[in-house]
């Protein structure tokens, strides 16, 4: 009885969670996606691919300066709370000592870089913004370890809302890609500021002082999650790279305006992975089978969300991208129609990675995002010269495709084996009915969004996809007592 009590209570709590960080998510994510919309409308497809660029470059030396440590103390203080000052004390002692080198080294690449001068300041100035970024997401691990979801999403809709309004007010002056990334920088050191103050108003006692021997041994265990970001983000954007360079600046801004679709959709859907994060640290190591019901629960609902995005994304491209872009980004129908099909995919990949490293598999991880890094960029490098953005594009799904069987096996060793079928047949169905149904009307955008919506929930009710436990965990979810 006290076990299944413990049960409702946390899986309570996990869906409050992932409210909070969905809204945070959804709301920020949005209007991050309104801002790459005015960016690219009124930068121009070669405009907006210079500002791809430099987020697509820079971002790999962020990677070496994050090296994983806002995973590690999100799991560290989740562990154990007390100690957070301590470790945060600790991980910013390391970051400071990374910055030199590691701004240093994007300087004198972005100076070696074959472009045009405008295109070099972008670069620095983006990079610096996710430099300051990055010691702004040390907070925030912090805060989602403590489970203080709705600070986390105030911090998040504050900075992307004030980049928003300034960067549009800027275009709307007649500034172009460089003061628009300045604003950019300029917002990241207020964010930064803002989550310290924060920190600083819910610290308890002394600032510790800094262990220089407890940093080492952060970085010495950090060291494989770096391993994983930094091949995980070159399978997840070096293609923005390679078409950059291999084809031109407008086919950038074709790609890169299809691309950040999906990866606002994806984020959206990770915030059920950052609400588990925490708990699934915790519970990893207790006995019973709470761990793998977190897990399979989790999948089944990633298939649920994950699939009639992936349908209704591909069934509504076309005036998707038309009302968000375009006449100009015509061409990136067809690469976001081949980019939706693996959307589904994402989802689930993006979980087992972050459910491998809460059970301390930082090996296989590791394994498969290198692996699945060389592919991506063999492949890319085959296609792309043949058959431009759409062969990058579908080699990101191959690379998705790879990634979830070699993912999905490690997974099942841990959480035992899942019965993919039995998961995904009435949400597949759903959404294959409900693509159907749009593609059979000829409405504009949003209501055939909300139709689609409508179509789908109705199946999944006609087809028993949702259990009683789903209901009493909804009905509660907003219930104070604890």
């Known amino acids: 009885m006290?076990?299944?009590?413990?049960?409702?209570?946390?899986?309570?709590?996990?869906?409050?969670?992932?409210?909070?960080?969905?809204?945070?998510?959804?709301?920020?994510?949005?209007?991050?996606?309104?801002?790459?919309?005015i960016a690219a409308r009124y930068l121009g497809d070669k405009g907006y691919g210079n500002y791809s660029l430099a987020f697509a470059l820079s971002g790999v030396f962020t990677v070496f300066l994050d090296m994983g440590l806002s995973i590690y103390i999100c799991k560290q203080v989740s562990r154990y709370p007390k100690e957070a000052n301590q470790y945060l004390k600790s991980v910013f002692g390391l970051k400071k000592f990374l910055v030199l080198p590691v701004v240093g080294v994007l300087i004198c690449l972005v100076w070696l870089m074959p472009a045009e001068g405008e295109v070099?300041?972008?670069?620095?100035?983006?990079?610096?913004?996710?430099?300051?970024?990055?010691?702004?997401?040390?907070?925030?691990?912090?805060?989602?370890?403590?489970?203080w979801m709705s600070l986390v999403?105030?911090?998040?809709?504050?900075?992307?809302?004030?980049?928003?309004?300034?960067?549009?007010?800027?275009?709307?002056?007649?500034?172009?890609?460089?003061?628009?990334?300045?604003?950019?920088?300029?917002?990241?050191?207020?964010?930064?500021?803002?989550?310290?103050?924060?920190?600083?108003?819910?610290?308890?006692?002394?600032?510790?002082?800094l262990d220089w021997g407890l940093s080492k041994t952060i970085l010495?265990?950090?060291?494989?999650?770096?391993?994983?970001?930094?091949?995980?983000?070159?399978?997840?954007?070096?293609?923005?790279v390679i078409v950059y360079f291999l084809i031109g600046e407008a086919e950038t801004g074709w790609y890169n305006?299809?691309?950040?679709?999906?990866?606002?959709?994806?984020?959206?859907?990770?915030?059920?992975?950052?609400?588990?994060?925490?708990?699934?640290?915790?519970?990893?190591?207790?006995p019973g089978n709470q761990f793998q019901s977190i897990c399979k629960e989790a999948v089944r609902y990633l298939f649920l969300i994950g699939l009639p995005l992936t349908v209704g994304t591909f069934v509504l491209a076309p005036e998707l991208v038309k009302l968000l872009y375009g006449d100009l980004y015509e061409m990136t129908v067809q690469i976001l129609q081949i980019m939706a099909l693996g959307f589904f995919l994402i989802c689930v990949n993006e979980f087992a990675i972050f459910l491998l490293l809460s059970a301390d598999r930082f090996s296989e991880v590791l394994k498969v995002v290198?692996?699945?890094?060389?592919?991506?960029?063999?492949?890319?490098?085959?296609?792309?010269?043949?058959?431009?953005?759409?062969?990058?594009?579908?080699?990101?799904?191959?690379?998705?495709?790879?990634?979830?069987?070699?993912?999905?096996?490690?997974?099942?060793?841990?959480?035992?084996?899942?019965?993919?079928?039995?998961?995904?047949w009435r949400p597949a169905l759903a959404a294959a009915v409900m693509?159907?149904?749009?593609?059979?009307?000829?409405?504009?955008?949003?209501?055939?969004?909300?139709?689609?919506?409508?179509?789908?929930?109705?199946?999944?009710?006609?087809?028993?996809?949702?259990?009683?436990?789903?209901?009493?965990?909804?009905?509660?979810?907003?219930?104070?007592?604890?």
């Open 153 to 209: 999403c105030v911090l998040l809709v504050v900075q992307r809302a004030l980049f928003f309004a300034l960067g549009f007010i800027s275009l709307l002056m007649g500034y172009l890609v460089v003061p628009f990334s300045i604003i950019f920088l300029v917002v990241s050191v207020f964010s930064l500021i803002l989550a310290r103050w924060n920190m600083q108003k819910r610290s308890e006692g002394r600032e510790p002082l």
């Open 370 to 424: 290198f692996l699945g890094s060389v592919l991506n960029i063999v492949l890319n490098i085959l296609a792309i010269p043949k058959w431009g953005v759409i062969g990058a594009a579908a080699v990101a799904g191959l690379t998705e495709l790879f990634l979830f069987f070699m993912l999905y096996n490690y997974m099942s060793r841990i959480s035992g084996a899942i019965q993919l079928f039995s998961l995904i």
């Open 120 to 147: 070099k300041v972008v670069v620095c100035a983006i990079g610096l913004a996710l430099v300051v970024n990055g010691f702004t997401e040390m907070y925030l691990a912090v805060f989602r370890a403590f489970e």
């Open 435 to 482: 693509g159907f149904a749009l593609k059979q009307v000829s409405w504009s955008l949003f209501p055939s969004i909300f139709a689609g919506v409508g179509v789908y929930f109705v199946l999944l009710f006609l087809l028993r996809a949702f259990n009683e436990y789903d209901f009493l965990v909804m009905r509660n979810v907003f219930n104070r007592t604890e």
């Open 2 to 37: 006290a076990l299944e009590k413990n049960k409702e209570a946390t899986s309570k709590r996990l869906v409050k969670n992932s409210i909070w960080l969905f809204g945070a998510e959804a709301s920020s994510k949005f209007i991050g996606l309104a801002t790459q919309i």
């Open 257 to 286: 305006a299809a691309f950040k679709w999906v990866e606002v959709l994806a984020l959206l859907v990770a915030s059920i992975r950052s609400a588990l994060f925490p708990t699934l640290s915790r519970v990893y190591s207790d």
């Open 220 to 240: 010495k265990k950090s060291l494989p999650v770096c391993g994983i970001f930094l091949f995980s983000y070159i399978y997840f954007r070096i293609d923005v």
